[in-house]
């Protein structure tokens, strides 16, 4: 079993950057992926950022060159470098771990408990 723990969010201006941190603990015998989704009030979650066990990455058009993914093996955690940030950028972002945990021999997916970030002036 995987539980994840977020941090990093808040209130930032336009143009700002945050760090947002997800750190996997329990019983882990493996993390296949990490990602990270938001949504924001009145529309459907979406992702915005991933990376596989093979270190690839893939992000969302709209935060193409802005937000960067890494990891930290050792710590199993999961980090989102968000910069220039924009008003549309306001949602809570929540963490996603794709892991084999626990006594179970399949992957299964965890959720953060989401975190807020708001840019706003």
């Known amino acids: 079993q995987v539980q994840l723990v977020e941090s990093g969010g808040g209130l930032v201006q336009p143009g700002g950057s945050l760090r947002l941190s997800c750190a996997a603990s329990?019983?882990?015998?493996?993390?296949?992926?990490m990602g990270w989704y938001r949504q924001a009030p009145g529309k459907e979650r979406e992702s915005v950022a991933s990376i596989t066990n093979g270190g690839s990455t893939n992000y969302a058009d709209s935060v193409k060159g802005r937000f960067n993914i890494s990891r930290d093996n050792a710590k199993n955690t999961v980090y989102l470098q968000m910069n220039s940030l924009k008003p549309e950028d306001t949602a809570v972002y929540y963490c996603?771990?794709?892991?084999?945990?626990?006594?179970?021999?399949?992957?299964?997916?965890?959720w953060g408990q989401g975190t807020q970030v708001t840019v706003s002036s």
């Open positions: 329990g019983s882990v015998f493996s993390i296949y992926a």
């Open positions: 996603n771990v794709v892991a084999v945990a626990g006594w179970s021999r399949y992957n299964n997916n965890y």
